[in-house]
């Protein structure tokens, strides 16, 4: 998933319905939520969503499930900033409640016996495919990750539902044909990272600020994968 700064957190015994446990800033629009909701984490399976009013006023909009725990009877939603539900979605903070919150909807992925299982994404759509590559791995099949971003995330969620992990960056008009050969062993990548991938948020300094204590690969220490950090498929 992508990187992670902590706003804040709240005990989870201190919450009432659908009131948000933990928010998370990934970019300067796009945001992690952590949302009280039992009812909905007991029953959600990957690729479903849920439907939500920030307020009495609101407009209904879908999210889909990052993630979900069942012991603490909360859900992850991961979204970006474009509209007006999701820019006051965003300005809730810890401790605020959700007006109403339905799910989980939709009909969820088809989890079968693939033998092996591509997980092509990017962005903020990584956090959508990330429950997908977890069902897909608990029900013993092997799981490529195939990311698709300009610059380095966060994966370490990945490295442990993924067998491999290719990093195609944007792959231009040639980009699915490059990935399809390299997944169907007639081509064996052997590239170098350019850049190093942090393991979390907390290895970084806040976005303002420029210092370079603790960035790149000469003032970081124990990144995800270093620069240089590369493997054959």
């Known amino acids: 998933m992508t990187s992670y700064k902590l706003m804040s957190q709240l005990n989870i015994e201190e919450t009432n319905t659908h009131q948000i446990i933990d928010k998370q800033q990934l970019s300067p629009q796009a945001k992690m939520i952590r949302v009280h909701a ?3 984490a007991d029953k959600a399976k990957a690729g479903q969503f849920v439907m939500l009013r920030v307020d ?3 407009e209904r909009i879908p999210l889909t499930l990052a993630d979900w725990e069942n012991q603490t009877g909360t859900i992850t939603l991961v979204f970006q900033e474009v509209g007006l539900s999701t820019k006051k979605l965003g300005c809730l903070q810890v401790r605020d409640e ?3 919150l339905a799910g989980p909807l939709g009909r969820a992925s088809t989890i ?3 033998g092996r299982a591509a997980i092509v994404c990017g962005g903020v759509g990584t956090a959508a495919a990330y429950p997908i590559a977890k069902a897909l791995k608990e029900a013993g099949k092997k799981v490529v990750y195939v990311n698709c971003s300009g610059s380095a995330i966060a994966l370490f969620p990945e490295t442990e539902t ?23 062993g007639d081509y064996n990548p052997s590239g170098k990272l350019p850049i190093t991938f942090y393991r979390d948020s907390q290895q970084l300094p806040d976005f303002e600020d420029y210092s ?3 960035r790149t690969y000469r003032y970081m220490s124990d990144p995800l994968f270093p620069f240089g950090y590369g493997l054959n498929y």
């Open 38 to 40: 039992p009812e909905i």
């Open 56 to 58: 009495e006023e609101g």
């Open 98 to 100: 959700i007006a109403n």
């Open 112 to 114: 079968k016996n693939y």
């Open 162 to 184: 993924c067998d491999a992990i290719l990093q195609a960056w944007y792959g231009g008009e040639s980009g699915g044909q490059a990935v399809a050969d390299v997944l169907f």
């Open 212 to 214: 370079m204590a603790g």
